[in-house]
């Protein structure tokens, strides 16, 4: 495994033989619910080996300035929610999600979700005192952002096909530990903060969270970044689980020590800086950002994606559609938006919206770039992988293939497929398959 990973920098040398209080290392996300889904199979799933390495001897190599370009933008981008003063909110899209109060709802059991805990809930988000604090803020583990202040689950009929667990409505995002936030104002039982990052807002639990003074801004914001490049990684504090770490998160680096920087709240609710190191034999597990975009990495990267079940918004420590994309692109210092309609304007995009199936291949084989471009339809993102026996591969996290009856084949998982995935099903609908709805391009 030493010679598996060719980063810019690798930072696994700056470990010592002492461990730290506080230790990155290898983990396994938490088993749960979402493990048990359908995860079915369609001839792509058996014909095509789930394997990116093939693919990334078709990438073409960035150059280490169209890297650092790409990298300067992210940390920006990253820091964003130090930079305002404000949430920046309009009043629909601070309140949008009272929506579901109007609506049937359900719980995961089927039975409905009563008006009377929209009321308690509305009443809880506190929005009479909106920015009453607009302070930045941090998050000190893996956590999400939530619609409402609450842990509940909201599903519409799961009863229905394409509804029911795993979309669950009051899942807005996760949110990775190392995140910086603008903190608005907290709920009325003052468990809960209502939050913007750079890339989503919501309610994240004040446990999981902290503000942040200036000093600790100037220290952790200090132009010096590594990132995970191994996927569901565990960090210990004196030995006790702190928090999982996915692939893709960010850690400033210290100039004297060379230990990653993390948050631990103190008395007063702020941030002081903590230090972390790495076990000697935990290699290739962190990297200086952004590591070369080569054949190796990529392949080392994409790979850790494969068969991690669907999980919308990042439900239950896993990824939907455009988590996978976002996640992907970050060791390279790329830097994507939250949902596949952002991630669809995040970079060059070439409109392919109205061409027949034919005409869309070719313009994809033509103009899209190994492991560089996202293919786009509304609702769903996917990595553009290259050319296989002439036709258009493709890495995404797929719920399913949609069915003439309105059901769904359900996929449930990250899969490498063609962009006609269940073409060789006669109960396929034809109209549906991703070659048919596919509206967009995106290069980097």
């Given at each position: 495994m030493k010679n598996i990973i060719l980063s810019i920098s690798l930072l696994s040398l700056l470990s010592t033989s002492v461990y730290a209080d506080t230790i990155l290392t290898f983990g396994e996300r938490r088993n749960s619910d979402i493990d048990y889904m359908p995860a079915k199979q369609i001839a792509d799933t058996t014909n095509i080996v789930q394997d990116t390495t093939p693919f990334t001897k078709q990438i073409t190599p960035m150059s280490r300035e169209e890297q650092l370009y790409y990298d300067s933008q992210y940390n920006q981008k990253y820091f964003e929610p130090w930079d305002i003063t404000s949430m920046e909110l309009t009043e629909v899209e601070k309140t949008w999600q009272f929506k579901y109060a109007r609506e049937k709802t359900y719980n995961r059991d089927g039975s409905r979700i009563p008006k009377s805990w929209y009321k308690y809930a509305i009443k809880n988000s506190n929005f009479n005192n909106y920015e009453s604090i607009d302070k930045p803020g941090i998050t000190l583990k893996h956590t999400n952002l939530k619609l409402y202040p609450s842990l509940k689950e909201i599903y519409y009929n799961p009863n229905r096909t394409g509804e029911g667990f795993p979309f669950d409505y009051n899942q807005n995002s996760a949110v990775y530990i190392n995140t910086p936030l603008f903190?608005?104002?907290?709920?009325?039982?003052?468990?809960?903060?209502?939050?913007k990052t750079s890339y989503a807002f919501g309610w994240i639990k004040v446990s999981d969270m902290a503000l942040v003074d200036s000093d600790f801004?100037?220290?952790?914001?200090?132009?010096?970044?590594?990132?995970?490049?191994?996927?569901n990684l565990q960090l210990l504090d004196d030995g006790v689980y702190l928090s999982l770490v996915k692939l893709g998160t960010i850690f400033p680096v210290d100039p004297t020590t060379k230990k990653y920087l993390i948050a631990k709240k103190n008395a007063n609710g702020y941030a002081n800086i903590a230090k972390v190191n790495v076990h000697d034999n935990d290699i290739n597990i962190i990297a200086y950002k952004p590591i070369k975009f080569n054949?190796?990495?990529?392949?080392?990267?994409?790979?850790?994606?494969?068969?991690?079940?669907?999980?919308?918004?990042?439900?239950?420590?896993?990824?939907?559609?455009?988590?996978?994309?976002?996640d992907f692109f970050a060791p390279f210092g790329i830097y994507l938006r939250r949902n596949s309609r952002q991630q669809a304007q995040d970079g060059d995009a070439i409109s392919i919206r109205g061409l027949d199936a034919q005409t869309k291949k070719a313009t994809i084989l033509a103009n899209a770039k190994p492991c560089r471009s996202l293919l786009c339809v509304p609702g769903h993102i996917m990595l553009y992988l290259g050319e296989h026996k002439g036709e258009p591969i493709i890495l995404h996290n797929y719920w399913g293939v949609r069915l003439n009856n309105g059901k769904k084949r359900v996929m449930g998982r990250a899969i490498i497929s063609t962009t006609k995935p269940g073409a060789e099903r006669s109960d396929v609908r034809k109209k549906s398959m991703l070659i048919n709805t596919l509206t967009g391009i995106v290069n980097f």
């Open positions: 903190v608005s104002h907290y709920s009325l039982d003052k468990k809960w903060a209502y939050v801004q100037n220290s952790f914001r200090n132009d010096k970044y590594a990132v995970t490049i191994k996927d054949a190796k990495n990529v392949a080392y990267i994409s790979n850790q994606l494969v068969g991690e079940p669907y999980g919308w918004g990042g439900k239950m420590e896993t990824r939907d559609c455009s988590a996978l994309t976002r």
